[in-house]
């Protein structure tokens, strides 16, 4: 998909306005979670998650909150290279044409 000025668009309609650097965004993800997914577009979901994982790093002396943030942290870290990798690929068939 395309904008309106003939830029092409993810699947959660950001606009691709250049590449992503992959190591960049999973080393924004490793140590600041959902930052990661800031960085490649999902600002809402990036926050949300990240505020999820400050709010269980709290409360991580109870054993559950210790195991959903883990949870988050690798769903987190499979979102950022998805999104990422779809920026990316959305950008590279752009310059082709």
Known sequence: MANENG???????????G????ILGLILWFFLGGIGLVYAGRVGLGIALFIIQIICAF????????????LVWIAVLVLT??????????WARHQTY
């Not at 092409?8 to 691709?16: D, H, N």
Request: hydrophobic fraction near 50%.
């Open 59 to 70: 409360i991580a002396f109870l054993i559950i909150p210790a195991i959903i943030a883990i």
């Open 19 to 22: 590449k992503k650097s992959m």
């Open 81 to 90: 290279y998805n999104a990422i990798k779809e920026n990316n690929e959305l």
């Open 7 to 17: 830029l092409p668009t993810t699947s959660f309609g950001r606009v691709v306005t």
